[in-house]
Each structure stands twice: as structure tokens, then as C-alpha cells.
């Protein structure tokens, strides 16, 4: 029996870091010039009716108190805004704000261009049964930068 391939984990974090980068380039392509990638994965989390900045913490795997910073800093520059929670008084919901939701859209061009790309480069069928094949093995949802 061959050994498995011992650089797979390797490559997933190279083609991870390939598709965050080439969605930042297209979301900086598109005007947003003023948000990371961090700010990407917690618009992640908000899509599509918000989140607690305790839910955006948890999403991204930082405390409540980074993910309060973070949520000020989208606030600030007009991607989210604090509205009252429906179910809970005491807590606020992060929504995106029209801003916000042109950034997830060009990130979302971005994405799909970058599929493109690869199903030029490997063929539409091999990227659907790699698409596949992950998603039998990834446990969706778990979208975060892998550090802060």
C-alpha cells in the first residue's frame, strides 16, 4: 500500500493561503482598500442576518474583546453597524451595511474567479471531484484566519 501523501497538509495551507490572497487582491481591485482579510472572515460569519460580537469571536477563534476591536474598526469605516438583537436586550447585532455587502460581493467575484482559474488549470471535472472530496472530509463552517 503506498504511503499517503505526506505534504498534503502543506499543500491545503499553501491553496488556502493562494484563494485567501487572491480575494484580497480582487476585494482591493474593487475600491476596498481598507479591510484584511480577518474583516473578510467575520463578514463571513455575519452573512446573511448578523451576528453577536460573541458569535464573531467564537467564528474567528479570538476573544470577545479582539473581535470588539474588530467589529469597531467595520463599524468606523462603514462595513457593519450595531443594531438592537430581536431576542436578546442586552446584546447587540452586527449586520453589514450596503458597504459591507459590496465588499462580500466583490469577494465573491473574486472567489469564483479563482475557481475558474484552477478549473482551467486542472479541468471542470477534476475541480468539481476535488470539491467533492473535501467537503466529504471538512467539516463546513469553519472559516478563520488561521491566526490573528
Not at 462603514?78 to 453589514?96: C, K, M, S, V
Not at 460581493?105 to 479541468?123: I, K, M, P, S, V
Amino acid at each position: 500500500m503506498p504511503a499517503p501523501a505526506q505534504d498534503l497538509p502543506m499543500l491545503l495551507l499553501a491553496a488556502a493561503a493562494e484563494v485567501t490572497d487572491a480575494v484580497d487582491r480582487g476585494v482591493v481591485a474593487a475600491g476596498f482598500t481598507d479591510v484584511r482579510p480577518t474583516h473578510g472572515f467575520a463578514f463571513v460569519r455575519m452573512v446573511p442576518d448578523g451576528a453577536t460580537v460573541g458569535e464573531i469571536a467564537e467564528h474567528l477563534g479570538v476573544t470577545k474583546q479582539a473581535a470588539s476591536q474588530l467589529v469597531d474598526e467595520l463599524v468606523k469605516r462603514g462595513y457593519a453597524e450595531r443594531n438592537p438583537h430581536p431576542h436578546d436586550a442586552r446584546a447587540r447585532l452586527i449586520t453589514l451595511t450596503e458597504r459591507g455587502w459590496a465588499c462580500t460581493r466583490a469577494a465573491d467575484a473574486a472567489a469564483a474567479q479563482f475557481t475558474e482559474h484552477w478549473a482551467r488549470a486542472l479541468g471542470p471535472a477534476a475541480v468539481v471531484e476535488l470539491r467533492n472530496m473535501l467537503a466529504h472530509v471538512v467539516t463546513p463552517g469553519r472559516v478563520r484566519p488561521s491566526g490573528w
